[in-house]
């Protein structure tokens, strides 16, 4: 079965600092890859998508995000985050064989403190 | 226009009682999504809409769980005998449906089982 893993479940950075959230998914097909974000008191949204072509994806608020397929890895990164960038983040996974089932991760709680 | 909404936004029950949860997803997405969120469990997936066809209800923690989707629109979680493991916020989704597009996300209903 496919699963996410996430393996920061807390982070606290200061602002300007660099980021970069783990995801690590178990499939061995063709996968279409997901970040998304809930910021407090908000609904969750997407962040970026991988779905095929340049494995260096960049999403809205300058995060971006790399498909590693020989790792199974899509992390999340930031080079310099500020302190509205505080929210939970999922990595999410799909796989192409026709399914609409996705599979999210445990997420990670980034703190950011100015 | 209009997104997500979901009804109530928060209900308090009575272990053993039966609670219904509604989804209104946003207008022309045929495909809709349940999840269920818990501290520190991240999004389990519960049960996909997709048009007409058969839903899968493959996350389906147990046979007191069950959905509809009405119309190819609102859809309702209904909840049966009620157990304290069930307190929870449950999050509806909806998207195109065309492959592997943006989900998009409700508020959630907090469940809380006494």
């Known amino acids: 079965a496919q699963s996410v893993s996430q393996h920061n479940h807390h982070v606290i950075l200061s602002e300007a600092a660099s980021l970069e959230l783990g995801c690590n998914y178990s499939?061995?097909?063709?996968?279409?890859l997901f970040w998304y974000v809930q910021y407090p008191g908000q609904h969750l949204q997407l962040l970026l998508k991988?779905?095929?072509?340049?494995?260096l994806v960049k999403g809205i608020k300058g995060f971006e995000a790399e498909f590693i397929k020989s790792k199974f890895s899509f992390n999340l990164r930031k080079p310099s985050v500020q302190w509205s960038d505080t929210a939970e983040y999922f990595c999410?996974?799909?796989?192409?064989?026709?399914?609409?089932?996705?599979?999210f991760g445990t997420g990670t709680r980034l703190k950011v403190l100015a | 226009g209009a997104g997500v909404s979901q009804s109530p936004s928060n209900k308090v029950t009575e272990k053993g009682k039966d609670v219904e949860l509604r989804c209104d997803p946003i207008s022309g997405h045929t495909a809709l999504y349940w999840y269920r969120q818990s501290l520190g469990q991240g999004l389990e997936f519960l049960i996909y809409?997709?048009?007409?066809?058969?839903?899968?209800k493959s996350g389906l923690p147990s046979d007191r769980f069950s959905a509809e989707r009405t119309g190819g629109s609102v859809s309702t979680l209904t909840i049966q005998r009620t157990q304290q493991e069930d307190s929870a916020v449950y999050l509806c989704?909806?998207?195109?449906?065309?492959?592997?597009?943006?989900?998009?996300f409700g508020p959630g209903t907090r469940l809380l089982v006494l």
């Open positions: 989704a909806s998207s195109l449906g065309r492959g592997s597009e943006t989900q998009y």
């Open positions: 999410a996974v799909k796989d192409t064989s026709g399914t609409y089932k996705y599979i």
């Open positions: 809409f997709q048009g007409n066809s058969a839903p899968d």
């Open positions: 991988y779905f095929s072509g340049d494995p």
């Open positions: 499939y061995g097909g063709t996968v279409n």
